[in-house]
């Protein structure tokens, strides 16, 4: 599986193009789609454009998750606007898979990603937003170290609605 790190829930590995049609039907799933301010449809060209301008110019750290118990890729995760002087980045994730929603992977992730992130890119701090709708993953992001930093009220979104957010930061 090449895993980068490995935990007792869940492995991460880097991402490849091998990896497209999951992150298309991962993004593209009701359940994940409406918990982004992104809310246009994935596809193939549009991924393949998202390597090639970030993951492969090292703008963005994307890593797959893979649910030890389930033996299969379930999601993704990464770190981008990686500020090299502030040593700061941006905090994404999505558990895709529906049958590895509720599991603790997402915790699990975060604390794996950290060390990642530590190591490879000198990071220190890395914050993220969230709708505050999103209480699951708010709960988890916690228990992984977040705090909330500051309320976002009505975030438009590339579908035209609008919702709350928080913006929330971990020290590394």
């Given at each position: 599986?090449?895993?980068?790190?490995?935990?007792n829930?869940?492995?991460?590995?880097?991402?490849?193009?091998?990896?497209?049609?999951?992150?298309?039907?991962?993004?593209?799933n009701?359940?994940?789609?409406?918990?982004?301010?992104?809310?246009?449809?994935?596809?193939?060209?549009?991924?393949?454009?998202?390597?090639?301008?970030?993951?492969?110019?090292?703008?963005?750290?994307?890593?797959?998750?893979?649910?030890?118990?389930?033996?299969?890729?379930?999601?993704?995760?990464?770190?981008?606007?990686?500020?090299?002087?502030?040593?700061?980045?941006?905090?994404?994730?999505?558990?895709?898979?529906?049958?590895?929603?509720?599991?603790?992977?997402?915790?699990?992730?975060?604390?794996?990603?950290?060390?990642?992130a530590?190591?490879?890119?000198?990071i220190?701090?890395?914050?993220?937003?969230?709708f505050?709708?999103?209480?699951?993953?708010?709960?988890?992001?916690?228990?992984?170290?977040?705090?909330?930093?500051?309320?976002?009220?009505?975030?438009?979104?590339?579908?035209?609605?609008?919702?709350?957010?928080?913006?929330?930061?971990?020290?590394?």
């Amino acid at each position: 599986m090449n895993s980068i790190i490995e935990g007792n829930l869940v492995s991460l590995r880097e991402m490849d193009e091998g990896d497209i049609d999951n992150i298309i039907r991962w993004r593209n799933n009701p359940r994940v789609r409406c918990n982004f301010i992104y809310r246009e449809d994935f596809t193939r060209e549009s991924q393949l454009k998202w390597i090639e301008d970030y993951v492969r110019t090292g703008k963005v750290l994307q890593m797959i998750i893979c649910s030890n118990e389930l033996n299969r890729p379930v999601g993704c995760v990464y770190f981008k606007d990686i500020d090299k002087d502030s040593l700061q980045a941006e905090y994404g994730i999505f558990i895709g898979d529906d049958a590895a929603v509720g599991k603790g992977y997402g915790t699990e992730t975060a604390k794996l990603a950290f060390a990642i992130a530590k190591e490879r890119l000198g990071i220190k701090r890395v914050i993220l937003r969230v709708f505050m709708s999103n209480r699951y993953a708010i709960k988890s992001y916690m228990a992984a170290g977040f705090t909330v930093v500051k309320n976002m009220p009505g975030i438009v979104c590339s579908d035209g609605t609008a919702q709350d957010m928080v913006l929330m930061k971990c020290i590394l």
